[in-house]
């Protein structure tokens, strides 16, 4: 199949010259209207769109069909999966040219094309050949020429991920339904607002993400996008465009933004080429940067996006946890969960506002009366929130040019490098003020967890140049496995969480992400650990997926215990809710990739089916109050990590290795893909000062 590429000069309209001549004439002497007689050509259609954000068009100039959209950055439509309709049109085009599309996916990476879309800047750049895939070219920008020759990988390789064996093609298809449904009610019942309360028919807005809203539009366009989704994440895609207001009043948690809506729209972009996702993530990385306005340039954990800093009297005073009534080692629920009740038709009960982190984050949210007295609640900074921004602040800087966003994590990291560790271990609290750490508490699960994810992560998006963070990994993983990874009586390893010294034998949900962070860790260790690695990481897993098997409904509690006779399970009535996590099948999917062992496809396929037994209601998805609990209630929220990541994570599970593959992409922790950065193709290479220790 060749394509044909459109030469010579062309207008501002994007015809040649003599076209333009007898085009102006017919316009002329019919007037405007007789453009509504002329042939639907595509040149006419450029017309009206060259100004368009969206991509370039591929044509098959043999039989004139339309081809796959090409993306200026982006090389997601060059690969996309068979789509339901093509994602790069307006709305109003989306209409009849599936199957076309289809029947040009074949053949197509090679020889020229012929755009169509193309802005002004496109029609006059030249076309850029990376990797056998001509692209069209608004190479003006360095920053785009670099992206498109050096850093992206297709996200889909010769088949969209499509898995060969029909069970797991028919899993696969069965969650990509369960994406349609979750998404059709949230627009349906909460369209705009942060996440869908599938009971009560509304939407909730929290205060998780100061004034931002439209949360699990931002969390979902990257998974629509992979599902062939098209409708819907033109619907997302649009209403980024016009209804995304980033510059808002109200205090936001720093973590919480970086990784939804900052990892999000990176995605976003990075898949798509989408023009408007640069300009977004752009501002909003700008307007993150005055949480870093601390002593020590440790983040304060909530930033106001509308640019008003934090007063200095934040920083009075270093947080006493038990000061503020938070005992941590349970979570801070003003009452059980089973006390949810319907009050004037509303479940009333504790929030689960799309908390990522348990215990902190709920005082964010619950600490009013603490904010007015004046305490200090809430002014530590938490280590999995500070440390969970690297791979999203480094990609701004590629973006931007603008080494900022690179400076201030690599002060995190300094910082950290600088500090005493008790036991090689990292507390889960610093003081922004002294840069102290607060406690002596220590988890990979409720804050803790992403700090050590980012770590590994780091060094593999760096493609494997950033060996500070890789020596901070390894380093931490041994001395995690030394103090707090526990073989139960029953045979199950666990990884325990350490209070000074003191090992408080629980796991929560949160925690169980390690098991596919350690392995995809495990290749790049030493030799000798790796086997050894691999084994923790597949038996972490196996501990967490008993935590699911050992309940009746078959979904995992937020907490499990290895005492007084637990083995895996939730003793405590304010431990059992399941809140639509998505941790344990990530690990699910990591392992899958890392051993194609058939079980980690059928336990995923486990939790699907109790997805929807126990959480799906005519209305959406929700969490559940009691994993054990014969009679289901429901705690009412649609969490849009569960579109971001529970769901993308089942559907990569079901995919062949080709769809996103890892050694192209790294998920940031909500999932979000970010593409590696090739190791000739950073801004290392610039600046040799990139990597302190
Ligand atoms: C998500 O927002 C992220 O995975 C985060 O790292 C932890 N919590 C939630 C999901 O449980």
């Known amino acids: 199949m060749i394509f044909k590429t459109l030469a010579g000069k062309t207008s501002v309209v994007g015809l040649r ?31 009206f769109q060259h100004n368009s954000d969206s991509s370039a068009v591929i044509t098959d100039s043999v ?20 789509l339901d309709i093509g994602v790069l049109r307006s709305k109003s085009q989306l209409s009849s040219s599936n199957g076309k599309q289809r029947n040009n996916n074949k053949g197509r990476s090679q020889g020229t094309v012929s755009m169509e879309h193309m802005s002004e800047g496109d029609a006059a750049d030249n ?11 608004r190479a003006r920008s360095p920053v785009r020429v670099k992206l498109r020759n050096c850093m992206l990988k297709p996200p889909y390789g010769a088949n969209y991920g499509k898995p060969s064996d029909p069970e797991s093609l028919q899993r696969r298809e069965k969650v990509k339904e369960m994406m349609k449904f979750a998404w059709d009610n949230y627009k349906r019942y909460a369209w705009g607002e942060n996440e869908l309360r599938p009971l009560s028919r509304n939407g909730n807005d929290g205060r998780t993400f100061g004034g931002l809203r439209g949360a699990s539009i931002v969390d979902s ?21 016009n209804n995304l207001n980033l510059s808002v009043g109200g205090e936001a948690s720093l973590f919480e933004v970086n990784i939804r809506y900052v990892g999000g729209l990176l995605s976003a972009y990075y898949l798509t080429g989408e023009e408007v996702f640069k300009r977004k993530v752009v501002e909003l990385g700008r307007n993150l940067l005055p949480a870093f306005n601390t002593p020590t340039g440790i983040p304060h954990g909530v930033v106001n996006l509308a640019g008003l800093l934090a007063p200095a009297k934040r920083y009075a005073k270093p947080t006493d946890f038990s000061e503020m009534g938070l005992d941590l080692s349970t979570p801070p629920h003003p009452r059980p969960f089973t006390e949810c009740e319907y009050i004037g038709g509303r ?8 908390l990522g982190h348990t215990s902190v984050k709920w005082l964010f949210e619950k600490s009013d009366s603490r904010r007015s007295t004046g305490g200090d609640l809430g002014r530590s900074s938490v280590l999995a929130e500070f440390g969970t921004l690297h791979l999203e602040f480094v990609h701004l800087s590629e973006l931007t040019k603008d080494p900022i966003y690179t400076e201030k ?3 995190i990291r300094k910082h950290l490098n600088q500090l005493d560790k008790p036991h090689g271990l990292y507390p ?3 003081n922004p003020v002294s840069g102290n750490w607060e406690q002596h508490y220590v988890s990979i699960g409720a804050l803790g967890d992403s700090f050590y994810e980012y770590l590994i992560k780091s060094y593999l998006m760096s493609d494997r140049t950033d060996e500070v963070a890789k020596r901070m990994y390894y380093a931490a993983l041994e001395a995690i496995e030394k103090n707090l990874v526990q073989r139960s009586p029953g045979g199950l390893i666990y990884v325990a969480e350490w209070r000074g010294g003191i090992l408080d034998h629980k796991m929560g949900h949160l925690a169980c992400f390690s098991g596919g962070m350690i392995g995809i860790g495990a290749e790049h260790g030493s030799p000798e650990t790796r086997q050894h690695q691999l084994d923790l990481a597949a038996n972490i897993t196996h501990t967490c997926h008993e935590s699911y098997r050992r309940t009746p409904t078959k979904l995992g509690p937020e907490v499990f215990r290895f005492d007084d006779g637990a083995e895996a399970t939730a003793p405590r009535v304010n431990e059992r809710h399941y809140i639509l996590r998505p941790e344990v099948v990530e690990s699910y999917m990591y392992m899958w990739r890392l051993t194609h062992d058939p079980k980690y496809r059928e336990w995923g396929w486990e939790a699907l089916e109790a997805l929807e037994r126990h959480c799906r209601l005519a209305t959406g998805f929700s969490g559940i109050i009691d994993v054990y609990g014969h009679i289901i209630q429901h705690d009412n929220l649609q969490q849009s990590f569960f579109l971001a990541e529970t769901l993308k994570y089942l559907y990569l599970l079901f995919s062949d290795d080709d769809l996103l593959p890892l050694k192209d992409w790294v998920f940031n922790t909500e999932a979000h893909p970010l593409p ?18």
Not at 347 to 354: A, F, K, R, S
Not at 676 to 693: F, G, H, L, M
């Open 409 to 411: 994590v690599m002060n």
């Open 221 to 241: 366009l990257d998974t629509l996008y992979i599902m062939g989704l098209g409708e819907e994440y033109q619907e997302a895609k649009e209403w980024v465009e």
């Open 17 to 47: 010259l003599p076209q333009t001549f007898i085009f102006l004439l017919v316009l002329g002497s019919l007037g405007f209207g007789a453009l509504f007689f002329l042939p639907e050509t595509s040149r006419l259609k450029r017309i």
């Open 63 to 82: 039989n004139g069909q339309r081809a796959q959209p090409i993306s200026p950055i982006g090389y997601g439509l060059i690969r996309a999966p068979p």
């Open 127 to 137: 076309k850029v050949h990376t990797r056998g895939v001509v692209v069209s070219s």
């Open 428 to 430: 889960n609290a610093l």
């Open 676 to 693: 590696v950065i090739p190791r000739n193709c950073s801004q290392k290479t610039e600046d040799t000062d990139r990597w302190p220790a």
């Open 347 to 354: 479940l009333i009960g504790p929030e689960t506002d799309g």
